[in-house]
């Protein structure tokens, strides 16, 4: 007698529903709320669930969640051009030690790419920006901040007449840090980068707009996680 197949569901071993699951992930990745904060609005909304579960799921299904999008949205870039682009690089610090992260966001405000770095120097551009066109191609104009690194990394590839450099002209990009804020709650965690990482990875992606066929770069934020009305 043959044994029965293995099903690949993610969410067999919960009791919960997947639209519970998602909307946990959520709440608690798009917005800038803690474990227990997010455990009270959901007791709020009839969903009884310890602040640890929240820190499960997220943990379990969040990247899961992010590559779903992720995959679903890179297939549809890659047609459409990405006339600007905003760099920019910020202090993060994880488990005491100085971090940088870096962000590419195009002219919409969508977070394309995203990169923690000990160094902030030319082989840490290089290898974002690379990271970055690898992924969705080459913008017509990159613009940056005053650090140098970007001019070098970009004349490295063939790209500084693409550099734009102005005060004002990056503010796209340093409005988009605003919700990293919540990676400095992981004080205690043994694999702080690790989890940083993988925070910044699904924050990414849950938080970008969905692409539609008729515009690329508009929709509603909350596509593709369906919530409970």
């Keep these: 007698m043959s044994r029965p197949k293995k099903t690949d569901d993610p969410f067999r071993w919960f009791d919960s529903s997947p639209e519970v699951i998602r909307l946990v992930v959520l709440m608690y990745v798009r917005y800038p709320l803690s474990l227990r904060n997010v455990e009270d609005l959901l007791f709020e909304r009839g969903i009884d669930i310890c602040h640890e579960t929240v820190r499960l799921w997220w943990n379990r299904f969040g990247p899961m969640f992010a590559g779903e999008i992720r995959r679903k949205r890179v297939d549809r870039m890659r047609s459409h051009i990405h006339w600007r682009w905003h760099l920019d690089e910020v202090y993060v610090k994880i488990n005491g030690a100085m971090r940088y992260l870096w962000r590419a966001v195009d ?15 030319k082989a840490a551009a290089l290898k ?41 002209l990056n503010n796209r990009a340093e409005n988009s840090h ?52």
Excluded at 134 to 149: I, N
Excluded at 209 to 223: I, Q, R, T, V, W
């Design 107 to 121: 002219h919409e405000g969508e977070v394309l790419e995203s990169l923690v770095t000990t160094t902030r120097d």
């Design 128 to 168: 974002f920006i690379k990271k970055a066109m690898k992924r969705h191609g080459r913008p017509q104009a990159v613009v940056t901040d005053g650090l140098r690194s970007y001019g070098a990394a970009l004349k490295e590839i063939g790209n500084t007449d693409r550099q734009e450099v102005g005060r004002w």
């Design 178 to 229: 605003h919700g990293i804020v919540k990676a400095n709650d992981f004080g205690k965690t043994s694999d702080l980068l690790a989890v940083f990482r993988r925070l910044i990875s699904t924050y990414r992606a849950l938080c970008a707009p969905p692409l539609s066929p008729e515009n690329p770069g508009d929709g509603d934020k909350k596509a593709g996680l369906p919530l409970l009305r």
